[in-house]
């Protein structure tokens, strides 16, 4: 069991200290039952921060943004920030400091095992409630949730509203940390990794292209997915429209003729586009957070995209993201003896 | 005068209008306007739905609307093709007070100043019959605070109240007279009781604990005044700046303009306008490389200052309607409610 | 391009693929050269686009050929061990084989799209490459998934 007393207590310490310029953890919102992101960077404020299976986020994200903003800062403040991360944010940590996006000693991992629970998916949660509204979320042993809602509490089972992905976890601990609160559970009882992937493999050709099809048509090409993600850092990705620059002499040609991977319109053969490219750019570096899948205001299952190459990557190169930033990126070394014979 | 139409008539309704017909449905997971398969008069339509993710705003303003279609031939003018659209009849079912609400204040963007063809061609054709909320659907629900109600009118040609095993259809507009005409003796005349359930369940629903941030009055000038505070800074700092609040807001309108090249010698394309948003790094980014809205923290106080400012300056009412969208989609929980109330506050 | 692919005759109603191959400037593209001044027959339907190494091309490249109306897509670099490069061709055995992967999972026939290792010298091996390739995707008709509808 993590509590929170102690996580706080070790936040405030960083701070007084002034050992971190910010901790990046978790409070509660107004929007909902689901924590929401806190930058706290006042020791008196570490008594909002938050630990509950609601703690949804990946904040790895705004280590990035951190970064990003402080490149344009005159006299940035170059202390460590720390951070709250899961077993899998952790693992978001790593990636991001294989691709030197910081370095190790610019960040310190508060790491929280999830143990044999995880998050849980709002989703589920509402179904589960039948409708009822739930107003706060706590562990219940090992396998259950105890809810709040209106009228009162009522018993969930784990299994029944835990987000998908931590139902697969292969890492409720965090790899990487300087502090880690809760244990260490070798086995979860859950479904083994990649049992969903295993059931859309399945499907013939034919019904996989209708499966795919049906969701990249109802894409509303909104990006949180792209947002979301950690490793989405681009400043400029390939389906912004602003990689052409204009001047004067500019001809209508020019800008017509401009090279436009992907036009805006969110029309089935466009959003194919976008969800290929971003899954095949993840390829070697999606941790498996999830939350691109769960930020999809119209439920697209994109993580199964990125659980496929994260798949393939595994069984033909041996390779899993974010266990050792030391390592070369998947797309960036090779084997002598990768897989050949698909080739003429 | 009102009627009531028994809730298993309701496919057979649809299938009487001379119209496509849409009403929510759960398809992937999702509540969202689906077409009414024709014969589905079984009861195959029921509005039992919370509110849908997407709104109905596509209907007039769909998220890709062809403008016209070029084609040049080398060393000539380009020759232009007008694709003015020409729909066929749409009925809405099912819309909810709020996104009721929004159909005027988007009529107010495409009409007068300028009149937006496109828009006004299949606005033209839509009609919205409307479902009172005799509970809010969702807990980010805030209509009361934004001037509308649980049973709100405003935007609707149709307006039904569920009364269990029936519902309450009162027509708002000529439109909607000619719908329920159009059902025949589906419909029966309502009697006095029906008529007094009906208005007690409106102001049951209007009695009903939602969100607010206070006076609405009090936000204009609010966020006039806080133009230039820090606080929109931390209030969106954890914004990821996706097109989530605006994509699904019933009033957000923004759109871009691109040509779409599909063939060179001749050159020949299609102009096409799609939806865009404040949100996004790419919206005010300047040829010049320069944005002048390069914080998340600039572009929160766009979005709600467009709705809560600018919109009541240039139009005379706010633009937001309180579906509550915008906050329970948004991955990190920010809130349109909780700014206006420290703005207001400040 | 110096070859001469076999003519075939235009008639709209024969389904003709139209295949973009991305050829290494330093053996592929060099052997389709080959191909063409020692007069063998092949069919015409690979548009070539010279690269400077397999390892160049991105995927988004692939992507977007057949988005812009692609039947196949051919991707042909250095036999492992002749980079020019030394690395280049391995990297691109990786990238191509993740792409053929997830295309293949979304339900785009696995044939559309094909790597292979053609050597400057191999001017026979080039033209039998698309021969097969131009093959395999006659049977298949045109390409219609990822193709832009317009
Ligand atoms: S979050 Fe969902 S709707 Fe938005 S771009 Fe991603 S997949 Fe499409
Ligand atoms: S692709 Fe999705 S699951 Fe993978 S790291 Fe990014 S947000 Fe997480
Ligand atoms: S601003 Fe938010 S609450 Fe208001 S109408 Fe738009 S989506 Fe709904
Ligand atoms: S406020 Fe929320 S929904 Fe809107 S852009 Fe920011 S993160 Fe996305």
Redesign the pocket.
Same mark, same amino acid.
């Given at each position: 069991m993590v509590d929170i007393v102690n996580i706080r207590a070790h936040a405030k310490d960083l701070l007084e200290k002034g050992t971190v310029k910010m901790v990046l953890g978790y409070q509660r919102g107004t929007a909902g039952v689901l924590a929401e992101p806190a930058f706290i960077t006042d020791a008196g404020q570490a008594d909002h921060l938050v630990w509950d299976p609601t703690c949804v986020q990946n904040l790895a994200l705004y280590l990035v943004n951190e970064k990003k903003a402080q490149s344009h800062q005159r006299d940035p403040d170059t202390r460590p920030i720390a951070i709250i991360a899961k077993g899998c944010d952790s693992r978001a940590v790593a990636v991001l400091l294989q691709e030197r996006h910081f370095e190790r000693k610019d960040v310190h991992v508060i790491g929280v095992s999830c143990g044999t629970l995880g998050v849980v998916d709002k989703n589920k949660l509402s179904k589960a409630l039948n409708g009822r509204v739930a107003t706060k979320v706590e562990p219940h042993g090992t396998d259950s949730f105890k809810v709040t809602t209106a009228e009162g509490f009522v018993d969930v089972a784990a299994a029944d509203v835990l987000a998908d992905r931590c139902l697969e976890c292969a890492c409720a601990y965090p790899a990487m940390h300087d502090v880690v609160f809760g244990e260490k559970h070798e086995d979860r009882g859950y479904p083994a990794r990649f049992t969903a992937l295993g059931q859309l493999e399945a499907k013939s050709e034919d019904e996989r292209w209708a499966y795919w099809e049906g969701h990249f048509n109802? %894409?509303?090409?909104? $990006?949180?997915?792209?947002s979301v993600c950690p490793m989405c850092y681009c400043p400029e990705c390939v389906v912004d429209s602003i990689e052409l620059m204009v001047d004067p002499t500019t001809s209508a040609d020019e800008k017509a003729n401009r090279i436009k991977w992907i036009e805006r319109s969110a029309v089935a053969s466009e959003?194919s586009m $976008?969800?290929l490219v971003r899954a095949i750019h993840l390829a070697g570096r999606c941790i498996d957070c999830a939350e %691109?899948e769960r930020? %999809?205001?119209?439920d697209?299952p994109?993580r199964m995209l990125n659980n496929k190459l994260e798949k393939e990557a595994k069984d033909m190169f041996g390779y899993e993201p974010g266990l050792d930033p030391e390592l070369p990126s998947l797309v960036a070394s090779f084997r002598d003896d990768d897989p050949n014979s698909f080739i003429r | 005068m009102s009627s009531i139409l028994k809730k298993t008539d309701l496919g057979a309704w649809a299938a009487a209008l001379e119209a496509e017909v849409f009403a929510p449905a759960l398809a992937d997971g999702v509540w969202a306007y689906q077409p009414v398969a024709p014969g589905a008069n079984d009861g195959g339509v029921a509005l039992t739905h919370p509110n849908t993710a997407r709104p109905p705003k596509n209907f007039a303003f769909p998220q890709r609307e062809v403008l016209y279609t070029f084609e040049q031939l080398k060393g000539q003018a380009p020759k232009l093709t007008e694709t003015l659209p020409n729909p066929a009849p749409v009925v809405v079912m099912g819309v909810r007070p709020c996104d009721g609400r929004g159909a005027p204040r988007n009529d107010m963007v495409f009409t007068g100043a300028f009149d937006d063809p496109y828009y006004q061609s299949r606005r033209a054709k839509t009609a919205y019959v409307g479902l009172a909320c005799n509970t809010p659907p969702s807990p980010n629900c805030f209509c009361k605070a934004v001037g509308g109600s649980p049973s709100s009118k405003e935007g609707l040609d149709v307006q039904l109240t569920d009364l269990g095993d029936r519902y309450h259809v009162v027509a708002v507009t000529p439109r909607g007279e000619e719908l329920i005409e159009a059902g025949g003796k589906l419909f029966a005349e309502a009697g006095a009781a029906d008529e007094k359930e009906s208005q007690r369940l409106h102001s049951e629903a209007a009695k009903c604990e939602q969100r607010t941030f206070g006076d609405l009055a009090a936000a204009a000038p609010a966020l006039k005044k806080n133009f230039d505070s820090e606080m929109w800074q931390s209030l969106a700092k954890a914004c990821i700046g996706?097109?989530?609040c605006t994509f699904l807001c019933p009033t957000c309108h923004c759109f871009d303009i691109s040509d779409e090249v599909t063939g060179q010698s001749p050159m020949r394309g299609e102009r096409v306008r799609t939806w865009d948003n404040c949100q996004f790094p790419d919206f005010t980014m300047h040829s010049s490389g320069h944005n002048p809205r390069e914080t998340l923290g600039a572009r929160l106080r766009q979005r709600v200052n467009h709705k809560f400012l600018y919109f009541v300056e240039n139009n005379g009412t706010q633009q937001c309607t309180g579906c509550g969208r915008c906050i329970s989609f948004c991955p990190v929980g920010i809130d349109i409610v909780a700014v206006l109330d420290r703005m207001i506050q400040a | 391009m110096a070859s001469t692919p076999t003519q075939t005759p235009k008639d709209p109603s024969v389904f003709e693929p139209r295949i973009v191959a991305f050829l290494c400037k330093w053996c592929s593209s060099a052997g389709s050269d080959l191909a063409g001044v020692s007069r063998m027959q092949y069919p015409s339907n690979a548009v070539p686009i010279t690269v400077m190494c397999s390892g160049s091309v991105s995927p988004v490249y692939i992507l977007s050929a057949f988005n812009k109306g692609a039947d196949g897509v051919l991707v042909s670099g250095c036999h492992p061990g002749d980079c020019h490069y030394l690395k280049g061709n391995y990297f691109a055995r990786r990238k191509i084989f993740l792409v053929q992967k997830l295309l293949s999972f979304i339900g785009i026939e696995k044939d559309r799209f094909r790597m292979s290792w053609v050597s400057a010298a191999e001017g026979a091996k080039f033209a039998q490459v698309v021969e097969e390739f131009v093959r395999d995707i006659r049977t298949l008709g045109p390409q219609r998934k990822l193709k832009a509808k317009r």
């Amino acid at each position: 069991m993590v509590d929170i007393v102690n996580i706080r207590a070790h936040a405030k310490d960083l701070l007084e200290k002034g050992t971190v310029k910010m901790v990046l953890g978790y409070q509660r919102g107004t929007a909902g039952v689901l924590a929401e992101p806190a930058f706290i960077t006042d020791a008196g404020q570490a008594d909002h921060l938050v630990w509950d299976p609601t703690c949804v986020q990946n904040l790895a994200l705004y280590l990035v943004n951190e970064k990003k903003a402080q490149s344009h800062q005159r006299d940035p403040d170059t202390r460590p920030i720390a951070i709250i991360a899961k077993g899998c944010d952790s693992r978001a940590v790593a990636v991001l400091l294989q691709e030197r996006h910081f370095e190790r000693k610019d960040v310190h991992v508060i790491g929280v095992s999830c143990g044999t629970l995880g998050v849980v998916d709002k989703n589920k949660l509402s179904k589960a409630l039948n409708g009822r509204v739930a107003t706060k979320v706590e562990p219940h042993g090992t396998d259950s949730f105890k809810v709040t809602t209106a009228e009162g509490f009522v018993d969930v089972a784990a299994a029944d509203v835990l987000a998908d992905r931590c139902l697969e976890c292969a890492c409720a601990y965090p790899a990487m940390h300087d502090v880690v609160f809760g244990e260490k559970h070798e086995d979860r009882g859950y479904p083994a990794r990649f049992t969903a992937l295993g059931q859309l493999e399945a499907k013939s050709e034919d019904e996989r292209w209708a499966y795919w099809e049906g969701h990249f048509n109802r %894409c509303l090409r909104c $990006y949180a997915c792209r947002s979301v993600c950690p490793m989405c850092y681009c400043p400029e990705c390939v389906v912004d429209s602003i990689e052409l620059m204009v001047d004067p002499t500019t001809s209508a040609d020019e800008k017509a003729n401009r090279i436009k991977w992907i036009e805006r319109s969110a029309v089935a053969s466009e959003n194919s586009m $976008y969800h290929l490219v971003r899954a095949i750019h993840l390829a070697g570096r999606c941790i498996d957070c999830a939350e %691109c899948e769960r930020v %999809c205001p119209v439920d697209i299952p994109i993580r199964m995209l990125n659980n496929k190459l994260e798949k393939e990557a595994k069984d033909m190169f041996g390779y899993e993201p974010g266990l050792d930033p030391e390592l070369p990126s998947l797309v960036a070394s090779f084997r002598d003896d990768d897989p050949n014979s698909f080739i003429r | 005068m009102s009627s009531i139409l028994k809730k298993t008539d309701l496919g057979a309704w649809a299938a009487a209008l001379e119209a496509e017909v849409f009403a929510p449905a759960l398809a992937d997971g999702v509540w969202a306007y689906q077409p009414v398969a024709p014969g589905a008069n079984d009861g195959g339509v029921a509005l039992t739905h919370p509110n849908t993710a997407r709104p109905p705003k596509n209907f007039a303003f769909p998220q890709r609307e062809v403008l016209y279609t070029f084609e040049q031939l080398k060393g000539q003018a380009p020759k232009l093709t007008e694709t003015l659209p020409n729909p066929a009849p749409v009925v809405v079912m099912g819309v909810r007070p709020c996104d009721g609400r929004g159909a005027p204040r988007n009529d107010m963007v495409f009409t007068g100043a300028f009149d937006d063809p496109y828009y006004q061609s299949r606005r033209a054709k839509t009609a919205y019959v409307g479902l009172a909320c005799n509970t809010p659907p969702s807990p980010n629900c805030f209509c009361k605070a934004v001037g509308g109600s649980p049973s709100s009118k405003e935007g609707l040609d149709v307006q039904l109240t569920d009364l269990g095993d029936r519902y309450h259809v009162v027509a708002v507009t000529p439109r909607g007279e000619e719908l329920i005409e159009a059902g025949g003796k589906l419909f029966a005349e309502a009697g006095a009781a029906d008529e007094k359930e009906s208005q007690r369940l409106h102001s049951e629903a209007a009695k009903c604990e939602q969100r607010t941030f206070g006076d609405l009055a009090a936000a204009a000038p609010a966020l006039k005044k806080n133009f230039d505070s820090e606080m929109w800074q931390s209030l969106a700092k954890a914004c990821i700046g996706c097109g989530i609040c605006t994509f699904l807001c019933p009033t957000c309108h923004c759109f871009d303009i691109s040509d779409e090249v599909t063939g060179q010698s001749p050159m020949r394309g299609e102009r096409v306008r799609t939806w865009d948003n404040c949100q996004f790094p790419d919206f005010t980014m300047h040829s010049s490389g320069h944005n002048p809205r390069e914080t998340l923290g600039a572009r929160l106080r766009q979005r709600v200052n467009h709705k809560f400012l600018y919109f009541v300056e240039n139009n005379g009412t706010q633009q937001c309607t309180g579906c509550g969208r915008c906050i329970s989609f948004c991955p990190v929980g920010i809130d349109i409610v909780a700014v206006l109330d420290r703005m207001i506050q400040a | 391009m110096a070859s001469t692919p076999t003519q075939t005759p235009k008639d709209p109603s024969v389904f003709e693929p139209r295949i973009v191959a991305f050829l290494c400037k330093w053996c592929s593209s060099a052997g389709s050269d080959l191909a063409g001044v020692s007069r063998m027959q092949y069919p015409s339907n690979a548009v070539p686009i010279t690269v400077m190494c397999s390892g160049s091309v991105s995927p988004v490249y692939i992507l977007s050929a057949f988005n812009k109306g692609a039947d196949g897509v051919l991707v042909s670099g250095c036999h492992p061990g002749d980079c020019h490069y030394l690395k280049g061709n391995y990297f691109a055995r990786r990238k191509i084989f993740l792409v053929q992967k997830l295309l293949s999972f979304i339900g785009i026939e696995k044939d559309r799209f094909r790597m292979s290792w053609v050597s400057a010298a191999e001017g026979a091996k080039f033209a039998q490459v698309v021969e097969e390739f131009v093959r395999d995707i006659r049977t298949l008709g045109p390409q219609r998934k990822l193709k832009a509808k317009r």
